[in-house]
């Protein structure tokens, strides 16, 4: 039972150091602001993103 709760914990702490990472990304690296990101689905599978900094109007692809 220990174990499954650890393996839980373990689950979570993953899921949200990759949560982090993702809000990390999601920086201008020429201004630092926050950048705004658009995700496309196709039949549930992301097509294609698109980055912006509205700050510094840059395009991220």
């Not at 839980?8 to 809000?23: G, P, R, S, W």
């Amino acid at each position: 039972r220990l174990q499954q709760k650890l393996r839980a914990i373990a689950k979570h702490t993953e899921a949200l150091a990759n949560e982090l990472d993702e809000i990390d990304k999601d920086r201008c690296s020429v201004c630092g602001g926050a950048i705004h990101r658009t995700i496309y689905y196709v039949d549930g599978i992301e097509a294609n993103s698109v980055t912006v900094c509205p700050k510094c109007e840059d395009d991220k692809g």
